[in-house]
């Protein structure tokens, strides 16, 4: 079993920046992949951003060039760092844990708002 704990969540205007974080604890040496997935209302869960057990990192067209996401293994924690946030990045951010391609935890999620 993953646990896994969002934080950094919030309000913020238009152009500014948030970090989340997601911290893992349980069995966290079988995860192959962390990541971030964000679902807005009334419509799907998206991938925003994923990063390796071995640090490559993969990122949605919509967020290329403002997120980035990175990964404290002495922490067990994992980071999104987003700049130039717009309106359309409001959403419920949630922190993902692949152990195989059957087995993925799920963190309660954290509520980014960006105002106009």
């Known amino acids: 079993q993953v646990q896994l704990v969002e934080s950094g969540g919030g309000l913020v205007q238009a152009g500014g920046s948030l970090r989340l974080s997601c911290a893992a604890s349980?069995?966290?040496?079988?995860?192959?992949?962390m990541g971030w997935y964000r679902q807005a209302p009334g419509k799907q869960r998206e991938l925003v951003a994923t990063i390796t057990s071995g640090g490559s990192t993969n990122y949605a067209d919509s967020v290329k060039g403002r997120f980035t996401i990175s990964r404290d293994n002495a922490k067990n924690t994992v980071y999104l760092q987003m700049n130039s946030l717009k309106p359309e990045d409001t959403a419920v951010y949630y922190c993902?844990?692949?152990?195989?391609?059957?087995?993925?935890?799920w963190g309660q999620g954290t509520q980014v708002t960006v105002s106009s």
């Open positions: 993902n844990a692949k152990v195989t391609a059957f087995i993925v935890y």
């Open positions: 349980g069995s966290i040496f079988s995860i192959n992949a």
